[in-house]
């Protein structure tokens, strides 16, 4: 009888076949194609990582600082002129009152000769219509009018009283002549600055433009330190106000600091501030802190991100508890020291694929 021999299930020599036999071998030949066949396995996804690592080291971080006076003052006439004389000049000490400077008063001083005029004419002939009424020789209408037009001559000298006294520039303080804008012969605007001058007793203020991102993690009262040098020895400096509004063009919060010290630093001074950042309130030195890009999801305290499993390259999801922001990271627990999460790509990632950590 005719047979076909076989090992295991993949036909080696085929001899004389009956129709059972030839069942058998499509059988067969079935079976092998299967086995041979393998499906094409796709690529690793190129992914990019962040080494876990604990606790939140001690930061600096540095801002340029102009150093002003708190109580700083630009001194100015208040009507036009020529400056005939200028009494002081910058770096000079002045106490409040001082003559600093004056403009020619010859037009001021004849608008109230004017003025005085008018008002002594139009007093005379109110005192005398106080005669006449007693009289009845004039009507009240009449006197009405002498009162309204005394009222109308006294304000007008008041006024050029007002204007003669603001041809002279006195100091509204004691301090220091910041720096002088103007000098003698030179005609003058209105409002136009002449003089800058700082009140010494005031408190130094160091201001300084922060990028808002950083301005969120200072409060008033933070202690910070001022530096005028690169070698200079720092100065104590305490928060006193944040500015309530970013400058649209830099995205920078205006801050200013108080600068405890005794010496006496020119107003206008540059230098920096240094803010020295620590562990936030409530930290803990081993909490971990995470890129935003590594996670994937959050809900209130918790959140999921992808671990890289080293022994095969897996990527695996993992739930972690969110601690708090601390400046650009997030603070988290429930992960191991030094494991790597995916950050760049992780938005692809499924759970147990294989991926590939690639070059930043």
Not at 6 to 22: E, R
Not at 252 to 268: E, H, K, Y
Request: neutral net charge; aromatic residues 4%; proline residues 6%.
């Amino acid at each position: 009888m005719p047979v076909s021999v076989f090992n295991s299930t993949c036909l080696k020599s085929p001899f004389a076949l009956n129709t059972g036999a030839v069942v058998m071998l499509l059988s067969a030949l079935g079976a092998c194609n299967q086995q041979v066949a393998t499906p094409s396995l796709a690529p690793p996804l190129p992914v990019q990582t962040f080494t876990v690592t604990p606790g939140f080291d001690e930061t600096i971080q540095k801002f340029p600082v102009t150093l002003l006076r708190d109580r700083e003052a630009n001194l100015s006439f208040r009507v036009g002129g020529v400056i005939q004389s200028v009494n002081f000049k910058p770096g000079q000490l002045v106490t409040k009152g001082q003559l600093l400077a004056e403009i020619t008063p010859i037009n001021y001083e004849a608008a109230k000769a004017r003025s005085n005029a008018e008002y002594q004419k139009i007093l005379r002939a109110n005192q005398r219509n106080q005669e006449l009424i007693a009289a009845g020789a004039i009507t009240n209408s009449l006197k009405e009018d002498t009162q309204d037009n005394l009222a109308a001559a006294k304000a007008n000298l008041e006024g050029s009283e007002y204007d003669l006294s603001s041809t002279a520039i006195k100091a509204p303080f004691s301090g220091v002549i910041l720096s002088l804008d103007s000098e003698f012969g030179e005609t003058v605007s209105p409002g136009q600055r002449i003089i800058k001058m700082a009140d010494l007793e005031s408190a130094l203020i160091a201001k300084a433009a922060i990028p808002l991102a950083f301005a969120k993690r200072i409060h008033t009262g933070d202690v910070a330190m001022i530096r005028l040098g690169v070698e200079a020895q720092a100065i104590p400096a305490k928060v006193r106000f944040i500015g309530a509004s970013s400058d649209p063009k830099t995205a920078a919060v205006m801050v200013d600091l108080v600068v405890n010290t005794p010496q006496r630093i020119p107003s206008g001074s540059t230098g920096s501030v240094e803010f020295h950042s620590k562990n936030s309130a409530g930290s803990s030195p081993k909490d971990l802190k995470l890129p935003p890009g590594a996670l994937l999801e959050s809900n209130q305290d918790k959140g999921h991100v992808f671990v890289l499993d080293p022994k095969d390259a897996t990527a695996h999801k993992q739930e972690i508890k969110l601690l708090g922001i601390e400046g650009e990271w997030i603070r988290v627990s429930g992960l191991e020291p030094g494991a790597k999460v995916i950050t760049t790509g992780a938005g692809f990632v499924t759970e147990g694929q294989k991926v590939q950590e690639s070059l930043r």
